[in-house]
Each structure stands twice: as C-alpha cells, then as structure tokens.
C-alpha cells in the first residue's frame, strides 16, 4: 500500500484524501490495527481513561463500516492535509525491513472469510469489543485482550487474510469470555 501511495505521488506531496480514496475500504484497516496497539501495549492500556477514548474513536471507525462507508471519513480539512511525497519514501525505507517480514506472514488467504459479510461480522465485532473495553478498564491491563482482537482485525482489513479475520473472531469470544469473569459486574450493577 505504501508503495502504491509512493507511485501514485503526484507534484510533491498527496493529500490525505487522495490515500484514503487510493486505499478504499482498506483505509479502515491501518487505523482500526494502530488504535488497537495503543491498548494493547502496555503500560498504555493501563493508562486510566486512555482505552475508553480509544475504544470511542474504535467505534466511530468501526460504525463507518457497519454503515456502508468506502473509505474512512475524515474531516474536509483533515482530508485537504499534504504529506510531502520524500517523506513517504523515508518512511518506507525506515520501515521496509519490517513489513517484509510481516508481508510473509501475512497474505490474502481463506478469501471467503473476508468477504463483505466477514467484514461486516468484523466492524460488528469491533463495535462491541470497543464498548467492552468501558467495563475491562476496571480490571488492570484487561483491556488487552479486546485490543488483540481489534488489531487482528485491522491487519485482516489491511492483507485480506482470512486466517486473520477468523483468528479476531476467536478474539473477541476469549475478550467477552474474559469480561465474564473478572469484571465485578455486582459492583458495577450497584452503581446504578
């Protein structure tokens, strides 16, 4: 994608529109995968507050999908924004070593599992594991485990890997399975 991005360049930058119409509804994939990593990593999932912020913009993009949208929605001004084209192609140098590993691992394989119901399974997932991630933030570093499952996710968008997508099924049953008994649900029941 990123040499796509780098051969496509026109003048000296592109803008953030044009990628994102570039990379269609592959553009979900990227950002829905970084998002996850930030409370998956720790110490960030431990940071209190963070993983409920994550997760609301988790489900802004995520509802994107459910609702039928082709590529990301961004602001007009935020799509208007430039990335100068030589930074691109730093950026690929820096980070070519990696994605060529991670490009051996990853491929489009199992095809029918990311098909247009697989992805809107997907997007459905990612909806309730960002919502879950509310009551996991009560538990130290639970919210991993929904963030794990969002990564894959992300990184299935991205490679169409179907391995992947099914792996974030998976996911996202051991995050509820999880919810289910380390939550204090009494205690949060009595809240209200």
């Not at 431990?46 to 994107?64: A, D, T």
């Not at 430039?82 to 691992?105: F, H, N, T, Y």
């Not at 509310?134 to 299935?156: C, K, N, R, S």
């Amino acid at each position: 994608m990123l040499d796509t991005a780098i051969e496509d360049c026109d003048r000296d930058k592109v803008t953030i529109g044009a990628l994102l119409d570039m990379f269609g509804d592959r553009s979900f994939g990227p950002v829905i995968m970084l998002l996850g990593l930030l409370v998956s990593v720790p110490p960030l999932g431990g940071i209190p507050g963070l993983p409920i912020l994550v997760g609301s913009i988790i489900l802004l993009f995520s509802l994107q999908i459910v609702f039928g949208a082709r590529h990301i929605w961004v602001p007009e001004i935020v799509q208007e924004q430039g990335i100068e084209c030589s930074k691109l192609e730093d950026a690929r140098s820096r980070v070519r070593p990696w994605l060529q590993r991670i490009d051996r691992m990853i491929t489009e394989r199992l095809t029918w599992a990311t098909g247009r119901i697989a992805t809107y399974g997907a997007a459905l997932s990612v909806s309730m594991l960002s919502l879950l991630m509310i009551p996991l933030e009560l538990v130290p570093f639970a919210v991993a485990a929904p963030g794990t499952a969002i990564v894959l996710f992300g990184l299935a968008l991205v490679a169409r890997d179907g391995a992947l997508m099914l792996a974030g099924f998976a996911g996202t049953a051991g995050a509820f399975g999880l919810a289910v008994f380390v939550v204090p649900w009494n205690t949060i029941t009595g809240w209200f």
